[in-house]
């Protein structure tokens, strides 16, 4: 009995100073995004390997995300003739959670290992201590310019992946549904408010934030050897797409709570 | 000069560095021998900054490390790592150029090119090489490329860790005169860990041997055959008996 105390409270602890950990990570990177030097050329990379590279990703997700949305809220209205209301629940479906969520998720997959993976590599063939020694901070040099670079791109790749997303609840309401096509279009835009896109923008910087954090801070403490690595790789994964579900209702109680 | 002062280093219930003592005189070259896990790397990563010390003072011409200015104290640094270190994401020329391309050291990019292509020449290396990715090369030319990328910045001091590991013995040997010049040229004061004694006859004006957490013993390499020291008998005759435990 004491035994599983005791391990309950070993676990406890862990987890508390975990947490404290990837605090004091952040309040790092926070500080070092904003004093210089800066590396305009890793943030470029960054820009293009984050945000462009996860447009093919993003869009077809959010495509067939909208369209299947489409189906369903069809199939849910009619129970009580509401069919009318699809263009508008899947232009509000899209753009306050599913775009952002959906469009974090998968860019968390993408990203959030390939940077723990490689800021992993680089730790355990010393190329972080051979960045120490040119003088070169690797906060500043790998960290920032990531977690920089995913907060401004992930509300491009949200606005992105709202847009197709009604496009893709569109194509399914004019081919399979029988709507009429500019009486959908008037519809979606006439519902939506700005703040109902605004609030999604918002969710996916908060979100862009925690994918490239956890991806650089799993990475930097990355355990030795390939499996140290593959480690470190999951854990981003897993800590990023947890981190974002929280946030998301955490943030949805915050912008539309009653 | 680099003074080492009663340098203690432990790692969980694993004592490394147990009061470790050394003095690397200005233009020396010396030459730090040892088994695997004795905490020859740890040495020249404390003096680095890279890990700290529990205890001990460690100086660099006078200063305490632990109280200089770090950016400037690490331009006096050049260091060649175990397996080169190499950035996968840069090509060769902005490897070698990585010091001159950012920080106090900044020049234009075509000047930090030219430099890092005789700096290149220097080690061997064709200007072909330049724009290559370091995956592309054999683990000798990566060996170079991390030479000449510790040169780059002409630093008074250079450490050399394990310069010869995973090299055929012809690669080893080219390497070992590449830095001997190198150091004899540029006057520096180098560090080398290793536990390759064909190295330590290129490279050494001095040499110290590490183990059990202490340097047992110290002297000039024209000493290392003739002195008394077990330590350092077993280790330059590679004999399985004597004080140091052999593993098996």
């Known amino acids: 009995m004491i035994g599983a105390v005791a391990s309950l409270g070993h676990a406890t602890l862990a987890a508390i100073a975990a947490l404290g950990r990837i605090a004091l990570f952040a309040a790092s990177t926070l500080r070092h995004m904003f004093t210089p030097p800066f590396y305009p050329r890793e943030f470029g990379n960054a820009l293009l390997t984050i945000g462009w590279f996860s447009l093919p990703v993003v869009g077809m997700t959010a495509i067939f995300t909208g369209a299947a949305l489409a189906l369903q809220i069809y199939a849910g209205g009619s129970r009580f003739n509401a069919e009318s209301v699809v263009p508008q629940i899947v232009a509000i479906g899209m753009v306050r959670e599913l775009g952002p969520v959906l469009g974090g998720l998968m860019v968390a997959a993408r990203v959030a290992s390939s940077i723990a993976a490689e800021i992993g590599t680089m730790k355990v063939t010393e190329q972080i201590d051979a960045l120490v020694t040119l003088s070169t901070n690797p906060m500043k040099y790998l960290t920032a310019p990531r977690v920089l670079a995913a907060t401004l791109t992930l509300p491009v790749l949200v606005a992105v992946g709202d847009t197709i997303g009604i496009m893709g609840g569109y194509l399914v309401g004019i081919t399979r549904l029988d709507f009429n096509s500019a009486t959908y279009l008037q519809n979606t835009v006439n519902f939506l408010e700005p703040w109902d896109i605004g609030s999604g923008l918002v969710k996916g910087a908060v979100f862009g934030f925690l994918i490239a954090l956890m991806g650089c801070y799993f990475g930097m403490h990355s355990a030795r050897g390939a499996q140290g690595v593959g480690a470190a790789t999951k854990a981003a994964v897993v800590a990023a797409s947890v981190l974002i579900l929280a946030s998301n209702y955490l943030l949805t109680e915050a912008f539309f709570a009653a | ?248």
């Open chain 2, 1 to 248: 000069m680099i003074e080492l002062i009663d340098v203690h280093k432990t790692f969980g219930d694993n004592a490394v560095l147990r009061g470790v003592n050394l003095i690397v005189p200005k233009g020396e070259s010396m030459v730090i021998i040892g088994g695997s896990g004795t905490g020859k790397s740890v040495t020249i990563k404390c003096v680095l900054g890279l890990i700290t010390p529990d205890s001990g003072t460690i100086k660099v011409n006078g200063q305490d490390v632990t109280k200089a200015d770090r950016d400037e104290f690490l331009t006096h640094f050049g260091m060649l790592f175990q397996g080169g270190a190499l950035f996968d994401s840069l090509h060769v020329w902005e490897n070698v150029a990585f010091r001159l391309l950012r920080g106090r050291l900044k020049r234009p990019r075509e000047e930090a090119r030219e430099i890092a292509i005789e700096k290149l020449r220097r080690v061997g290396l064709k200007s072909s090489v330049a724009d290559q990715f370091p995956a592309e090369l054999s683990g000798g030319m990566q060996k170079r490329v991390g030479l000449a990328r510790a040169i780059a910045a002409e630093p008074d001091i250079i450490f050399f860790d394990e310069p010869t590991t995973g090299l055929d013995p012809i690669m080893a040997g080219v390497i070992n005169e590449l830095i001997r010049e190198i150091v004899v040229e540029m006057g520096a004061t180098a560090v080398t860990i290793t536990h390759d004694m064909s190295s330590v006859r290129a490279i050494a004006d001095d040499v110290a041997m590490l183990h059990d957490g202490v340097i047992q013993w110290t002297g000039p390499v024209s000493d290392l055959d003739s002195c008394n020291d077990p330590y350092v008998t077993q280790f330059v005759n590679g004999r399985a008996e004597g004080p140091i435990e052999a593993v098996r």
